[in-house]
């Protein structure tokens, strides 16, 4: 079931004038921020969007229009001409729209959506709200100058306030409403004069209406300056990092390399599928060096194969930083993946056969070009049945990374043969381990 979801966007942001003049529209890897909550909220669950926006309305209003259309999901848009005021004048704008519970987000927050979906599935009674309160006190990606401390017990929230110095969690800016929110945000403003979202939250923790949701360990962050940006993108990038399905070159040489070209790949117009086509494209050069013969071609074609596949982890990163995926993708990155393995391999063997032309060369090439096909044909079927065995024993998993890091390394020691008839055995021998193993768990 799908979740109306309110987004606050209608500060100034000051702290982030020099990055843009709009803070909702500020990128963050490629992608605006405001885009980034919308987005994660979607994943998490939420169908229908409202958004309150005040400084530099007019600028934010035409992107979600344009955004709206490009995901093809209602976003309705609600002007505060008090967005100077706290936050709790942006969230009573919202009052008319909601009438069950909601999500309440911040345009500025970054977080896992996971998260939200966590607060999402909980079931709350009239009158009730909670929030997604982080118990990690010592998290590095939260400013303790600038973030909102909670005291909690058990499940409830016990206080909130900035200024706490009894606290044991940090307020994480997400939000599961009923409408009770906006009569405790009236009562906040005429009782105490504090019109703060804050506010609200104090008075229904006073009366025990107030749920507070452990997130510890899930990813979020508060964007409200340049530090904090740098925090962020440091963050989704080492996400990246951590791929199950990583052979041990893709994980410990491939991968820290890729995530370094792919946070500069992430500023321009380039989609993954031309990441896709340059890998391959490269592939083939090296592959023509290999041909030609001679150890200075062989080096050089050596290096542009590793750079190949460093840059071919890329165009995944890039599609998941900058919401790009597609099976499509996925699929023709595969089919250019077969496509360069084979013509680095017929590559290597016509570069020993040169040197001896013999058949038994090109058997070898043959069978080597053969182990690699099946290797890359039974990696989903094989990958799927050991998934947690792999998980915890990552470093048997034999794939791309390592056969073309072994096409690498024999070709800068010039032991192109031998290294042909370690591919040759090794991915064959793995290839029919792999269908016994497949054929004992049917």
């Given at each position: ?50 958004v309150v926006t ?287 393995d084979a013509f ?40 799927s049945l050991m ?56």
């Open positions: 079931m799908g979740m109306k979801c309110l987004i606050i966007a209608a500060g100034k942001g000051s702290r982030l004038q020099l990055r843009g003049d709009s803070k909702p529209l500020i990128p963050i890897l490629g992608i605006p921020l405001i885009e980034r909550v919308v987005r994660t909220a979607l994943e998490a669950g939420a169908d229908e969007f409202y005040g400084y530099q309305g007019d600028q934010v209003r035409a992107f979600l229009e344009q955004l709206s259309r490009r995901l093809e999901i209602p976003i309705t848009t609600i002007v505060n001409e008090d967005w100077e005021k706290d936050n709790g004048f942006s969230v009573l704008k919202a009052r008319e729209y909601f009438r069950e519970p909601f999500l309440l987000l911040m345009a500025d927050h970054l977080f896992d959506p996971a998260l939200a979906r966590k607060l999402i599935g909980l079931s709350l009674n009239d009158g009730e709200i909670a929030l997604g309160v982080d118990g990690n006190t010592q998290n590095p990606l939260v400013d303790m100058k600038d973030v909102t401390r909670i005291k909690t017990k058990s499940v409830k929230i016990c206080n909130i306030d900035k200024g706490l110095a009894d606290f044991n969690g940090f307020d994480s800016g997400i939000f599961l409403c009923t409408p009770a929110i906006f009569g405790a945000l009236e009562r906040c403003a005429n009782e105490f004069g504090d019109t703060t979202l804050s506010g609200a939250v104090r008075i229904l923790a006073i009366e025990g209406r107030a749920k507070a949701v452990d997130i510890s360990g899930h990813f979020w962050i508060d964007v409200d300056d340049p530090a904090a940006i740098r925090r962020a993108e440091s963050a989704l990038l080492d996400n990246l990092l951590d791929k199950s399905n990583d052979g041990l070159v893709s994980r410990y040489f491939n991968r820290p390399l890729s995530v370094r070209i792919t946070r500069r790949l992430v500023n321009y117009r380039i989609t993954p599928n031309q990441i896709s086509l340059f890998s391959f494209l490269c592939s083939v050069l090296a592959a023509g060096l290999f041909a030609l013969g001679g150890y200075p071609t062989l080096l050089l074609g050596a290096f542009l194969a590793q750079f190949a596949s460093v840059i071919d982890g890329c165009d995944g990163e890039v599609a998941r930083l900058k919401y790009q995926s597609s099976h499509y993708g996925k699929w023709l990155d595969a089919v250019l993946d077969r496509y360069a680095l391999l017929f590559g290597l063997t016509w570069h020993v056969y040169l040197n001896t032309p013999t058949n038994l060369i090109l058997w070898i090439g043959f069978f080597a070009i053969i182990g690699s096909f099946l290797l890359s044909y039974t990696a989903d079927k094989y990958d998934r947690d065995r792999i998980s915890r024993n990552k470093r048997f998993r034999l794939g791309r990374d390592t056969r073309v890091f072994a096409i690498f390394l024999g070709s800068i020691i010039n032991q192109v043969y031998l290294t042909l008839v370690v591919i040759a055995v090794v991915m064959n021998i793995e290839t029919i381990r792999r269908v016994i193993i497949c054929r004992d768990h049917e």
